[in-house]
């Protein structure tokens, strides 16, 4: 047979080869590496009374949630333990589930923003934003950052109304001794943002460059901004990841740092409620990722995406839900859980109430009665709350506006794309007359019908009853809000 009879098709299909093989990675970088970010959204705010006046959220970085548990109830044993009795007896706690990848960033954009990484990121390994994006800092009245130059001005940097404060980048160096002292450092400087609203005079040397609250006011107009509603404290708590990596989860080192953020976080609640004195505080504690055994996070296997998450204080549940293990979420968008809850937690009558991490944003947001960040995809774990009926309702309705103002201008999005109107794009048809029913909600909560249930309804919620004129808890409820959760 003469070869160049068929040189010629060998020579296309060869070309054809490459072509379809390029077109099928730039279909990857197409459909993966594109921003979840939704632009052209409108807040919504809720229509509830805000449950508190400001939120103090901790977020220990690298503080994977059986270490924490163990050692809190170690703690608890010793008569020592702050946040292990805050989840026995004045919080709700549960496992707040990360997803890969399990990196600092990710993490935070989760607890803050409530979406899950915007993979574009990795172009600028993790650290700056490449797209802008909307948080709870950001929809704060005002906000402080306190904590490592990593991650403080992702949330800080370029919004008028919130101040960081971040110690350089020498003393993060992994190979220092007392790597718990940056988590002191933090707590630290929290305490001398609260001294300087009680300042009549700028502190004696005013420009300090190691004070990093010196661009603030002081007295009476930080006083102000400090006490108006909507404030959010943030603190990063850099410590335990920096153990975690220096000398993995099971050192001593590591193990310390817990007890140094436990009693920090003891020290931050006293100092809050002493200098607002409202008893109008909410508290949030969670880590943004865990730690393997060897010292490293980023995958997805347990000891990476299983964190604590607590919250208590103003607005926040701590009653005993009936059902004890319903909160306990058996996978993660395909990652395995570990498993129930351990004995040695010590936890076993206190409700476990796990969330997805990117649930926590509807939760802060929820506590301040501010609108829900946009991008965000958490469902308020209805759980956390403790909200009369009525207000519960209005909040699960605004997390559920906000949702579908995402659906609905994604979909007008598309819509006017080339290619989808070349191919008859059509809308998710289950949804199509969800923004009316929505609206129906809206009337029918306004016209008052939830307040004119009977009062069983509002306090089956808890499973036992809270009404102090009803000793006796109602039979199994019936009247029950959905714990959302997603299994
Ligand atoms: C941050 O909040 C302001 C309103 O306070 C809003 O105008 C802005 O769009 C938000 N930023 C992002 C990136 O959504
Ligand atoms: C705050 O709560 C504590 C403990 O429940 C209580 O003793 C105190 O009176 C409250 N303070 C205010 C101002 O409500
Ligand atoms: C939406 O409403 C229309 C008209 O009221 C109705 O025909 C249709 O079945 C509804 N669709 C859904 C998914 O409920
Ligand atoms: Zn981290």
């Not at 055994?293 to 926040?316: I, M, Q």
């Not at 944003?361 to 609108?371: F, I, K, T, V, Y």
Request: glycine share 8%.
């Amino acid at each position: 047979m003469d070869p160049s009879s068929y040189q010629l098709p060998v020579r296309m299909l060869v070309v054809l080869g490459v072509v379809v093989h390029l077109l099928l990675v730039a279909s990857i970088f197409d459909i993966h590496f594109q921003t979840p970010v939704v632009r052209g959204l409108d807040p919504v705010w809720p229509t509830m009374e805000a449950p508190a006046q400001r939120l103090v959220i901790f977020v220990a970085d690298g503080l994977r949630a059986d270490k924490f548990f163990e050692i809190g109830a170690q703690r608890h044993r010793a008569g020592e333990a702050f946040l292990h009795t805050i989840a026995r007896e004045r919080g709700r706690w549960g496992v707040s589930h990360a997803r890969p990848p399990t990196e600092s960033r990710p993490g935070h954009v989760a607890i803050l923003g409530g979406f899950y990484e915007d993979p574009s990121a990795i172009t600028k390994g993790w650290q700056a934003n490449p797209v802008e994006f909307d948080h709870i800092l950001n929809r704060s009245s005002a906000a402080w950052g306190i904590g490592s130059p990593d991650i403080v001005p992702l949330f800080t940097k370029g919004i008028a109304h919130a101040s960081g404060a971040m110690y350089s980048v020498e003393l993060q160096d992994f190979s220092s001794a007392a790597l718990a002292q940056l988590d002191v450092w933090a707590f630290d400087r929290l305490e001398d943002l609260l001294r300087r609203a009680g300042l009549s005079a700028p502190p004696a040397d005013p420009l300090d460059s190691d004070d990093p609250w010196r661009d603030l006011p002081v007295g009476t107009e930080l006083d102000h901004r400090l006490r108006q509603s909507g404030v959010v404290i943030f603190l990063h708590l850099l410590g335990l990841d920096s153990n975690g990596h220096a000398y993995r989860p099971s050192s001593e080192e590591y193990l310390a740092n817990i007890a140094i953020v436990d009693e920090g976080v003891a020290r931050t609640e006293r100092l809050v409620q002493e200098f607002f004195g409202d008893n109008k505080t909410a508290f949030i504690f969670t880590a943004d990722h865990g730690m393997s055994n060897k010292g490293s996070h980023g995958d997805g296997s347990p000891d990476n995406t299983e964190t604590p998450l607590l919250s208590w204080g103003a607005g926040s549940d701590h009653h005993p839900i009936s059902d004890r293990e319903a909160g306990f979420h058996q996978h993660v968008d395909g990652c395995p859980a570990r498993g129930p809850t351990p004995p040695e937690w010590l936890l076993d009558h206190a409700m476990r109430m796990d969330v997805d991490q990117a649930d926590i944003a509807p939760l802060a947001a929820s506590l301040l009665g501010r609108p829900i960040p946009l991008n965000s995809v958490g469902l308020l774990p209805t759980a956390y709350l403790n909200l009369p009926l009525p207000a519960m309702a209005e909040a699960m309705l605004a997390n559920a506006r906000q949702l579908l103002a995402q659906v609905a201008r994604k979909a007008e999005v598309a819509a006017t794309s080339c290619i989808s109107s070349a191919l008859h794009f059509a809308p998710y048809s289950p949804l199509a007359n969800s923004t009316e029913q929505l609206l129906q909600t809206r009337d029918l909560l306004q016209s008052g019908v939830l307040t004119r249930l009977p009062e069983r309804g509002a306090t089956s919620h808890h499973g036992a009853s809270s009404n102090p004129l009803s000793p006796a808890p109602s039979p199994a409820p019936d009247v029950r809000l959905p714990c959302v959760h997603r299994t």
